[in-house]
Protein backbone atom coordinates (compact mmCIF):
# COMPACT_ATOMS: atom_id res chain seq x y z
CA UNK A 1 0.00 0.00 0.00
CA UNK A 2 2.79 2.39 0.64
CA UNK A 3 4.15 1.71 -2.75
CA UNK A 4 0.85 2.92 -4.26
CA UNK A 5 0.74 5.94 -1.74
CA UNK A 6 4.31 6.95 -2.84
CA UNK A 7 4.02 6.79 -6.39
CA UNK A 8 0.36 8.11 -6.70
CA UNK A 9 1.06 10.57 -9.26
CA UNK A 10 2.95 8.04 -11.65
CA UNK A 11 0.48 5.46 -11.46
CA UNK A 12 -2.35 8.36 -12.27
CA UNK A 13 -0.32 9.58 -15.51
CA UNK A 14 0.80 5.69 -16.46
CA UNK A 15 -3.06 5.35 -16.16
CA UNK A 16 -4.30 8.45 -17.96
CA UNK A 17 -1.86 7.46 -20.74
CA UNK A 18 -2.66 4.10 -21.22
CA UNK A 19 -6.36 4.28 -21.03
CA UNK A 20 -6.84 8.31 -22.74
CA UNK A 21 -3.69 8.70 -24.46
CA UNK A 22 -3.22 5.04 -26.18
CA UNK A 23 -6.60 3.40 -25.88
CA UNK A 24 -8.51 6.61 -27.55
CA UNK A 25 -5.45 7.17 -30.22
CA UNK A 26 -5.60 3.75 -31.29
CA UNK A 27 -10.01 3.66 -31.91
CA UNK A 28 -10.10 7.15 -33.79
CA UNK A 29 -6.07 9.43 -33.83
CA UNK A 30 -7.74 12.32 -36.21
CA UNK A 31 -10.53 12.47 -34.17
CA UNK A 32 -8.69 12.17 -30.07
CA UNK A 33 -5.85 14.61 -32.01
CA UNK A 34 -8.08 17.08 -32.86
CA UNK A 35 -9.72 17.09 -29.81
CA UNK A 36 -6.48 17.31 -28.17
CA UNK A 37 -5.65 20.50 -29.77
CA UNK A 38 -9.04 21.93 -29.61
CA UNK A 39 -9.00 21.56 -25.69
CA UNK A 40 -5.29 23.17 -25.77
CA UNK A 41 -6.67 25.58 -27.74
CA UNK A 42 -9.71 26.53 -25.69
CA UNK A 43 -7.25 26.11 -22.18
CA UNK A 44 -4.65 28.62 -24.05
CA UNK A 45 -7.73 31.13 -24.53
CA UNK A 46 -9.22 30.94 -21.31
CA UNK A 47 -5.56 32.11 -19.88
CA UNK A 48 -5.61 34.38 -22.16
CA UNK A 49 -8.46 35.94 -21.82
CA UNK A 50 -7.77 35.87 -17.97
CA UNK A 51 -4.15 37.27 -18.34
CA UNK A 52 -5.41 40.25 -20.45
CA UNK A 53 -8.40 41.10 -17.92
CA UNK A 54 -5.65 41.07 -14.83
CA UNK A 55 -3.81 43.23 -16.76
CA UNK A 56 -6.10 46.17 -16.52
CA UNK A 57 -7.36 44.95 -13.26
CA UNK A 58 -3.62 45.34 -12.03
CA UNK A 59 -2.28 48.63 -11.07
CA UNK A 60 0.12 49.80 -13.95
CA UNK A 61 2.86 50.34 -12.05
CA UNK A 62 3.23 46.56 -11.44
CA UNK A 63 1.21 45.70 -14.53
CA UNK A 64 4.63 47.65 -16.50
CA UNK A 65 6.64 44.35 -15.12
CA UNK A 66 4.57 41.52 -15.51
CA UNK A 67 3.89 41.80 -18.93
CA UNK A 68 0.42 40.61 -18.79
CA UNK A 69 -1.26 41.84 -21.73
CA UNK A 70 1.01 41.03 -24.45
CA UNK A 71 1.36 37.44 -22.65
CA UNK A 72 -2.40 37.64 -22.65
CA UNK A 73 -2.57 38.24 -26.37
CA UNK A 74 -0.01 35.61 -27.38
CA UNK A 75 -1.76 32.98 -25.49
CA UNK A 76 -5.28 33.84 -26.96
CA UNK A 77 -3.78 34.22 -30.48
CA UNK A 78 -2.29 30.63 -29.81
CA UNK A 79 -5.41 29.25 -28.47
CA UNK A 80 -7.69 30.51 -31.58
CA UNK A 81 -4.97 29.22 -33.91
CA UNK A 82 -5.27 25.88 -32.22
CA UNK A 83 -9.08 25.77 -32.38
CA UNK A 84 -9.43 27.15 -35.75
CA UNK A 85 -6.40 25.31 -37.51
CA UNK A 86 -6.52 21.85 -36.39
CA UNK A 87 -5.66 20.46 -39.60
CA UNK A 88 -2.16 22.32 -39.93
CA UNK A 89 -1.54 20.21 -36.61
CA UNK A 90 -2.47 17.17 -38.71
CA UNK A 91 -0.43 18.34 -42.12
CA UNK A 92 2.70 18.97 -39.72
CA UNK A 93 1.86 15.69 -37.56
CA UNK A 94 5.35 13.99 -39.47
CA UNK A 95 7.22 17.02 -37.51
CA UNK A 96 5.52 16.39 -34.64
CA UNK A 97 6.33 12.53 -34.23
CA UNK A 98 9.64 13.32 -35.26
CA UNK A 99 9.55 15.81 -31.99
CA UNK A 100 7.71 13.01 -29.84
CA UNK A 101 10.64 10.60 -30.83
CA UNK A 102 12.96 12.56 -29.82
CA UNK A 103 11.20 13.05 -25.90
CA UNK A 104 11.05 9.44 -25.91
CA UNK A 105 14.67 9.16 -26.52
CA UNK A 106 15.38 11.77 -23.94
CA UNK A 107 13.25 10.00 -21.65
CA UNK A 108 15.42 6.25 -22.06
CA UNK A 109 18.34 7.91 -21.62
CA UNK A 110 17.30 9.42 -18.46
CA UNK A 111 16.28 5.92 -17.95
CA UNK A 112 19.46 4.33 -18.34
CA UNK A 113 21.02 6.86 -15.73
CA UNK A 114 17.99 5.62 -13.01
CA UNK A 115 19.33 1.96 -14.40
CA UNK A 116 22.49 2.51 -13.34
CA UNK A 117 21.53 3.96 -10.33
CA UNK A 118 19.80 1.00 -8.74
CA UNK A 119 22.73 -1.40 -10.00
CA UNK A 120 25.06 1.15 -8.50
CA UNK A 121 23.32 1.23 -4.91
CA UNK A 122 22.89 -2.24 -5.75
CA UNK A 123 18.81 -2.56 -6.19
CA UNK A 124 17.43 -5.63 -7.02
CA UNK A 125 14.74 -5.50 -10.09
CA UNK A 126 17.31 -3.07 -12.45
CA UNK A 127 16.53 -5.35 -15.31
CA UNK A 128 12.69 -3.49 -15.37
CA UNK A 129 14.33 0.11 -15.59
CA UNK A 130 16.81 -1.28 -18.03
CA UNK A 131 13.97 -3.44 -20.23
CA UNK A 132 12.21 -0.18 -19.87
CA UNK A 133 15.05 1.79 -21.16
CA UNK A 134 15.68 -0.38 -24.40
CA UNK A 135 11.75 0.16 -25.03
CA UNK A 136 12.32 3.83 -24.95
CA UNK A 137 15.20 3.91 -27.02
CA UNK A 138 14.33 0.85 -29.38
CA UNK A 139 10.65 2.55 -29.95
CA UNK A 140 12.72 6.35 -30.81
CA UNK A 141 14.72 4.92 -33.08
CA UNK A 142 11.54 2.93 -34.92
CA UNK A 143 10.09 6.70 -35.18
CA UNK A 144 13.07 8.43 -36.24
CA UNK A 145 13.08 5.94 -39.16
CA UNK A 146 9.37 6.50 -40.36
CA UNK A 147 9.32 3.57 -42.05
CA UNK A 148 5.21 3.65 -42.23
CA UNK A 149 3.40 4.91 -45.39
CA UNK A 150 0.73 6.95 -44.15
CA UNK A 151 -0.20 9.30 -41.20
CA UNK A 152 -2.53 6.66 -39.69
CA UNK A 153 0.41 4.36 -39.07
CA UNK A 154 2.22 6.53 -36.94
CA UNK A 155 -0.40 7.85 -34.69
CA UNK A 156 -0.83 3.92 -34.36
CA UNK A 157 2.89 3.77 -33.45
CA UNK A 158 2.31 6.53 -30.82
CA UNK A 159 -0.68 4.89 -29.27
CA UNK A 160 1.24 1.65 -28.92
CA UNK A 161 4.86 3.59 -27.65
CA UNK A 162 2.31 5.05 -24.96
CA UNK A 163 0.38 2.24 -23.49
CA UNK A 164 3.96 0.24 -23.47
CA UNK A 165 5.63 2.94 -21.89
CA UNK A 166 2.67 3.56 -19.19
CA UNK A 167 2.83 -0.28 -18.55
CA UNK A 168 6.11 -0.65 -18.21
CA UNK A 169 6.71 2.65 -15.80
CA UNK A 170 3.89 0.92 -13.61
CA UNK A 171 6.41 -2.39 -13.78
CA UNK A 172 8.87 -0.49 -11.97
CA UNK A 173 7.10 1.71 -9.73
CA UNK A 174 5.82 -1.86 -8.18
CA UNK A 175 8.22 -4.61 -9.20
CA UNK A 176 11.24 -2.63 -9.07
CA UNK A 177 10.38 -0.26 -6.46
CA UNK A 178 11.06 2.82 -8.20
Same mark, same amino acid.
Given at each position: MT?I?E????I???LC???? !???? $?????I !????????M?????L????I?V???????A?I?????GLA? !? $????????F?I?Q?H??????????F?Y?????? $?G????????????M?????G? =???? =? $???I???????????????A????? =???L???A?F???M???? !??
Amino acid at each position: MTVIKENINTIVICLCEILV !GGVL $LLINPI !GFTNGIIIMLGIVLLISGIISVIGYFRTDAAIAVHEQGLAK !G $LISSALGLFCILQTHWFIVAFPILTFLYGAAILV $LGLFKIQFTSDMIRMKKKRWGF =AALS =A $LLNILLAVIIFMNPFGSTIALWIVM =AVTLIFEAVFELVMVFVA !GK
